[in-house]
């Protein structure tokens, strides 16, 4: 495991999120009123970069098929639903959760954990 600093705490607004490549690992990390989350970038679904999505509180939406994750836990809320249809995709694209990466910070800096 490595603790990478990856930016200051201030470089995420409220509400936003920004990519990062630390160690070759592709992170996601979101600033929500819980705090800060990191996940990976693409969605499980069908790979999508869940940056172009849309951050609601602790809940980051795909913006292809809509399936929601919590980026706390990375768990599946709602899987791809949009557009009708794409359930058939689902059968061979099970539900399956985001990857998580510890975050915390110090002295007003993000640190991320990758293996
Ligand atoms: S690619 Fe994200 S829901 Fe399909």
Known sequence: MT???ICATTDIP???M???K???EKVLVYHTKEGFY???TNC???FVPLK???LDDCTVQCPFHRARFDVRTGEVIDWASFPPGVQLLNFVRSKKPLKTFPISTEDGN???EVA
């Open 110 to 112: 993000l640190f991320v």
């Open 3 to 5: 603790l990478q600093k």
């Open 14 to 16: 409220l509400g936003e």
């Open 52 to 54: 172009a999505g849309k």
């Open 22 to 24: 630390i160690e070759g």
């Open 44 to 46: 499980t679904h069908m």
């Open 18 to 20: 920004k990519p990062f």
């Open 38 to 40: 990191a996940t990976q």
